[in-house]
């Protein structure tokens, strides 16, 4: 691994990523075609949060933060620091102090593919995290990883610049270049998501509003009464 911190990288606007978050990680990654979700190992240490930001990207060797604290001077407003590890590590190198100077700078939260600590001080700050373990494990500060290069997490591929999305169903990125045609497809998702809401709210059901009820013949699915149907089972 070359040990560089790339300076300025092309970011995508902190607006566009703001949109992002708004819509959340479910609408982002249907709207996106279901791509770009992180998984479901990635938690957040704080309930309830949602952000979209753009990505500063830091690679770490296990047990070791000292790339974080190079790459804090790096983080701007409206930044998400995204974090991996060059193998796997549960150590908790992102802690309350970390955050504290990321608030600091006007960083939106971070994301983590190892673990965090001191969650009870993050959340009365309310700075959010979402990490892959929570865990007291200490760090040093000895080894050099770099900064804003491309990072996989959960095998996913992040570039610096491009927008991370985060709330309480995990986490997805949309890649820098592909922010506005996501914002688009996300809005329309979300309106439509809408029109079906008031309809449910009405007394429509999914059956009808999906075109399901006709094809329940095409998988299979028969109607009997309670009475038929316990007479089959008696006579089974």
Not at 8 to 13: C, L
Not at 67 to 78: L, T
Not at 105 to 121: M, N, S, T
Not at 145 to 173: C, F, M, S, T, W
């Amino acid at each position: 691994m070359k040990s560089v911190v790339v300076t300025d990288p092309p970011r995508a606007s902190i607006e566009d990523a703001a949109r992002l978050g708004e819509y959340g990680v479910a609408t982002v990654h249907e709207a996106a075609g279901r791509v770009g979700y992180l998984g479901p190992r990635l938690r957040p240490a704080l309930a309830g949060a949602r952000i979209g930001g753009t990505a500063v990207t830091v690679l770490c060797w296990p047990g070791d933060n000292l790339m974080i604290h190079v790459a804090v001077e790096q983080c701007r407003e409206g930044d998400v620091l995204v974090v991996a590890t060059n193998s796997p590590s549960t150590d908790g190198l992102f802690g309350e102090l970390f955050a504290t100077a990321l608030q600091r700078r006007g960083v939106r939260g971070v994301i983590l593919a190892c673990g965090v600590r001191d969650v009870a001080e993050l959340q009365e700050m309310s700075f959010p995290a979402w990490s892959a373990a929570v865990s007291a494990q200490g760090s040093v500060k000895a080894t050099a990883g770099a900064v804003n290069v491309p990072v996989v997490i959960e095998g996913q591929l992040i570039r610096p610049g491009d927008v991370i999305v985060a709330d309480d169903d995990g986490v997805a990125y949309v890649p820098r270049a592909e922010v506005p045609a996501v914002l688009e497809l996300s809005a329309a998702r979300a309106a439509k998501e809408e029109a079906s809401r008031q309809a449910f709210r009405n007394g429509e059901l999914g059956l009808d509003r999906y075109g399901l009820r006709e094809r329940l013949d095409e998988f299979g699915i028969t109607y009997v009464s309670y009475e038929d149907y316990r007479g089959e089972e008696e006579s089974s």
